[in-house]
Every structure is written in structure tokens, then in C-alpha cells.
């Protein structure tokens, strides 16, 4: 699509813009055909493409390590089996190192989190036009649709209601086991009568309202944190390749360079997808060590 008649900047506009489903400005369902379209959808808007390569890549997950888990065997692990203990024993590590309290669900989470995160933002090592083209021209095929108004994202992790809904996942559990652990009590407690304190009654009510904004603000931003480092880095990291593919269609010798680029940015990437998906599940499992002790 990097040589088709889009503008660069139509270009860039058009692989920033998710496969979106809403209701539309005659009041029917369906998909957006362009991107103010699918702004003016509005909240109950759905991203298509990042819920179907989101679900896809969990079930992928799920299926791997099925498969790995049904076909172990005692002797010397190989190939799928292989992979799959050293990445439980490589979890397992990181959550002893990190969580000191005892629940058994946090070692599932993390592997679930880490590998679920590492595939989405694998997806951005496939060639920036590949899917794109394909479902383009399908559905220029089969449902006659102007490929200049088909839109699909394949990288879930650049699409903020993704990393959000994650985020919100893991706040929920840290609410959840905030209260579980301390009680309600406890837990306003820490809100309320820290980092400030006093034994003086007077004071230490002056006290509540700075401490309850303070802490509160500490707890919001561990969500918002989450969710926008992991988009951030990857949208950053899309973005470049965009602008790379743009120079296939400025010559030879700038398509020669993007291409040594590319595959530079690419090796590079690697590094950084894998860095997203260990960062936030490090974070996610100190936050929830954080929810199971008291200060």
C-alpha cells in the first residue's frame, strides 16, 4: 500500500486507524469508513481488529501450552516441552523474587500476562503492509469495499483500549486483595493516615485529606502507568516502521536504505517487545505483593 496513491500522510493515517464497528451517523450499525467516522461512533465503538488478533493470540497461548502440557513427558524435555519449562522455571523466578506473600494465583497471571503480551507485540515484526493488503484486497474481492477504507491493525498493544484494559484488570485485583488482606478499615487506613502522621488528634485530622490525596493519586497512577508505557513503547516502535515503509516508494536507493533499516529496527524490536511484556508483569506482580502486606 506504500505505493499505491495515498499521500505519506494518508498512509500513516490509514495504518493508525483501527477496524472499527459502531453506529453510524444514519443510526445503523457498521463499519467506519474513514477515521473521523470512527471517532464520531463514540464510546460503545468497537476495535474489531484488536479484539479479533487480542483473542486470537490468547487462544494461541492456550493451545501452545495445552499441547506442551499434554504431551510432556519424564525424560529430557524437547521442542515445545523444552520451551515451555524454561518459561514457567523463568516465571517462577521472577514471581519469588518479587512476591513475598502467598497466593496461587499470581504465578498463572504472570505467565498468562507475559506471554499473552509478548504475542501481541510480536505482531508488530510482520510486515506493516502484508495484513493490511491481504484484508484489503479481500474485501475489495468479495464485498467490493474501496481498499482505501479498510482498515486493520494487527498490533493490539498499540491500541490504548487494550493496554487500558489490562491495566484496569490487574487495578481491580489490586483493589481486590487490598481489602481482602487489610479489610476495609485497613486499607482506608493506608490511604488516610500515611505518608503524614501525627498522635495529635487535631493534626492527624488536618493530616487525612493531604494523605488521602497523595495516596490516591500513588494508586491511580499505577494503573494509567501500566497502560501507557506498554503503548507508548509500541505505538513509538509502529510508528517507525510505518515511516520506514513510506521510503519503498521514494526510489530505489531509499527503498535499498529502508530495508537495511527495517530489518535493523526490526532486530532491535525484538529486544523491546520482550522488554514491554517482562515489564509489565514485574510491575504487575510488585503491585499485587504491595496489596498483600500493610505498611
Known amino acids: 500500500m506504500a505505493g499505491d496513491t495515498l499521500t505519506s500522510s494518508a498512509y500513516i493515517k490509514h495504518h493508525l486507524t483501527n477496524l472499527t464497528y459502531g453506529k453510524l451517523p444514519d443510526g445503523t450499525w457498521g463499519f467506519a469508513h474513514t477515521a473521523e467516522q470512527a471517532k464520531e461512533m463514540g464510546f460503545w465503538a468497537i476495535h474489531v481488529d484488536t479484539m479479533f488478533w487480542s483473542i486470537g493470540l490468547g487462544i494461541l497461548f492456550l493451545f501452545l501450552f495445552m499441547k506442551a502440557a499434554k504431551?510432556?513427558?519424564?525424560?529430557?524435555?524437547?521442542?515445545?516441552?523444552?520451551?515451555?519449562?524454561?518459561?514457567?522455571?523463568?516465571?517462577?523466578?521472577?514471581?519469588?523474587?518479587?512476591?513475598?506473600?502467598?497466593?496461587?494465583?499470581?504465578?498463572?497471571?504472570?505467565?498468562?500476562?507475559?506471554?499473552?503480551?509478548?504475542?501481541?507485540?510480536?505482531?508488530?515484526?510482520?510486515?506493516?503492509?502484508?495484513?493490511?493488503?491481504?484484508?484489503?484486497?479481500?474485501?475489495?474481492?468479495?464485498?467490493?469495499?474501496?481498499?482505501?477504507?479498510?482498515?486493520?491493525?494487527?498490533?493490539?498493544?498499540?491500541?490504548?483500549?487494550?493496554?487500558?484494559?489490562?491495566?484496569?484488570?490487574?487495578?481491580?485485583?489490586?483493589l481486590y486483595y487490598s481489602i481482602k488482606m487489610k479489610g476495609i478499615g485497613g486499607f482506608v487506613g493506608e490511604l488516610t493516615l500515611q505518608p503524614f502522621s501525627s498522635k495529635n488528634p487535631v493534626v492527624k485530622t488536618i493530616f487525612i485529606p493531604i494523605n488521602f490525596l497523595l495516596e490516591f493519586v500513588s494508586l491511580i497512577a499505577k494503573p494509567i502507568s501500566l497502560a501507557l508505557r506498554l503503548f507508548g513503547n509500541m505505538y513509538a516502535g509502529e510508528m517507525i516502521f510505518i515511516l520506514i515503509a513510506i521510503m519503498y516508494s521514494a526510489g530505489v536507493v531509499l527503498g535499498l536504505f529502508g530495508g537495511v533499516l527495517q530489518l535493523g529496527w526490526a532486530i532491535f524490536h525484538i529486544l523491546i517487545i520482550t522488554l514491554q511484556a517482562f515489564i509489565f508483569m514485574t510491575l504487575t506482580i510488585v503491585y499485587l505483593d504491595m496489596a498483600h502486606h500493610e505498611h
Open 71 to 174: 504431551t510432556a513427558t519424564a525424560g529430557i524435555p524437547a521442542g515445545l516441552q523444552n520451551f515451555a519449562e524454561w518459561i514457567v522455571e523463568f516465571i517462577d523466578s521472577s514471581v519469588r523474587g518479587s512476591f513475598t506473600a502467598k497466593n496461587d494465583l499470581v504465578a498463572p497471571l504472570a505467565l498468562t500476562i507475559f506471554i499473552w503480551i509478548f504475542l501481541m507485540n510480536a505482531m508488530d515484526l510482520v510486515p506493516v503492509d502484508l495484513i493490511p493488503w491481504l484484508t484489503a484486497k479481500g474485501a475489495e474481492m468479495f464485498f467490493g469495499a474501496d481498499p482505501h477504507h479498510v482498515y486493520m491493525k494487527v498490533v493490539p498493544t498499540t491500541d490504548p483500549n487494550a493496554t487500558f484494559g489490562m491495566a484496569i484488570g490487574v487495578f481491580l485485583l489490586v
